[in-house]
Every structure is written in C-alpha cells, then in structure tokens.
T-cell receptor, first 112, second 116 residues
Framework: KQEVTQIPAALSVPEGENLVLNCSFT??????LQWFRQDPGKGLTSLLL?????REQTSGRLNASLDKSSGRSTLYIAASQPGDSATYLC???????????FGGGTRLMVKP | GAVVSQHPSRVICKSGTSVKIECRSL??????MFWYRQFPKQSLMLMAT?????????EQGVEKDKFLINHASLTLSTLTVTSAHPEDSSFYIC????????????FGPGTRLTVT
C-alpha cells in the first residue's frame, strides 16, 4: 500500500527566505506526483504536476523535483512571501487508475 | 477550464438527519468523481470513487450505507450523509477527472459539514 509522508509537518520562516518542503513515498511505481496548496477552509489548488518520466517542473518561484527511484520529491519556494502561507500537500498517482494518495501536508507560515 | 463546484459550501444539521452534498464539473465531462474527507489539520482521506452510471467503490472502513454516492450524469455526483452524527462533522471535498491521457483530478472548494 502506498504511503506518502511529508516533512516537516509545520514550518515558520521569515519573509524572503528560500525553503524546501519534502515528500517521500514508499512505492516508486507511480504515474505522476502533484503538489497542491490549500488555504484554511478551502479546496485544493494544483501547483505543479510532475510525470514519472520527468525530473522537475517549475512555475514562477516554485520548483518541484522528483526522484522516483528513491521515492522522494521536493518543493522549493524561492523568496517566500506572507501570501505563501498555506498548507502544501503532495499526492502521488499510481500507475493503474487515477487514485491519488495524499501526504499529511506541511503547514507553512511566512512571517512579514 | 476544469472547474469543479460544490454545494453547499457550509451546512449545519441536527443529529439524525440526512444531508446531501453536490459536486459538479462545470466545463467538462467527468467520467470519474472522487469524494474525500478531511478532519482538522489532517490530510485528505479518500472515501469513495464513483464512475458515471456505476456503483461507487468505497475505501476500506467507509460505510456505504451511511455515505450514499450517486453519479448519475457526467457532470454531477452527490454524497448523502445519512443519519448524521457529530463525528461525521468534517470537511468534504470532491474531485472530478475526465477521460483521456491526462487523468488529472480537479478539486472542488469543499463543503464544511457540522452536525449538532
């Protein structure tokens, strides 16, 4: 059974810092991996989706990497801003079907 | 494109009553819809997967007679919480996926259910 773990569970940084969020998964037979953002009481916003054949994806200040063989992904946020404060979830999709398995999330607080 | 809506966004009901939550794909046909539950400060847990015109597939530990799922059309799925109890209070999120090579799930904004 696929298990997804995110470290740290919570993170507080001053504005302007670069930071890295970690995601690990136990079964490397994945179709893709996706990073989401969730604001309190809201739904999910997709940030980046990395196919299993890709190593990384970039969108603005966000960069996500994938090392499928080691079961790891990182989300790099450059020059963090208070507006980046949210919970970040990673989720992996297995090869068969289109179910997603979510990690526990990292709650990020960026202080002005 | 790929917008998913949920209604209602918030609902408060009394213990023992039933509540229906709707999930709609607004600009695409969703052959598959997923229902998740999220407790405070926890991640999303998949409850069930529904394919249009078929019975839903429930995850282990989810009572299918308590959480009734209907996916009667390619744009609408409903989740009915029957005989709700306070422990059913949670944030319910649906997602929808269209057929084709790109099977990305698109998520709704969620429904906050409070059972008093």
């Amino acid at each position: 059974k696929q298990e997804v773990t995110q470290i740290p569970a919570a993170l507080s940084v001053p504005e302007g810092e670069n930071l890295v969020l970690n995601c690990s998964f136990t079964d490397s037979a994945i179709y893709n991996l996706q990073w989401f953002r969730q604001d309190p009481g809201k739904g999910l916003t997709s940030l980046l989706l990395i196919q299993s054949s890709q190593r990384e994806q970039t969108s603005g200040r966000l960069n996500a990497s994938l090392d499928k063989s080691s079961g790891r992904s990182t989300l790099y946020i450059a020059a963090s801003q208070p507006g980046d404060s949210a919970t970040y979830l990673c989720a992996v999709r297995r090869n068969a079907g289109n179910m997603l398995t979510f990690g526990g999330g990292t709650r990020l607080m960026v202080k002005p | 494109g790929a917008v998913v809506s949920q209604h209602p966004s918030r609902v408060i009901c009394k213990s023992g009553t039933s509540v229906k939550i709707e999930c709609r794909s607004l600009d695409f046909q969703a052959t598959t819809m997923f229902w998740y539950r999220q407790f405070p400060k926890q991640s999303l847990m998949l409850m069930a997967t529904s394919n249009e015109g078929s019975k839903a597939t429930y995850e282990q530990g989810v009572e299918k007679d308590k959480f009734l799922i209907n996916h009667a059309s390619l744009t609408l799925s409903t989740l009915t919480v029957t005989s709700a109890h306070p422990e059913d209070s949670s944030f319910y999120i649906c997602s929808a996926s269209r057929s084709g090579i790109d099977y990305e799930q698109y998520f709704g904004p969620g429904t906050r259910l409070t059972v008093t």
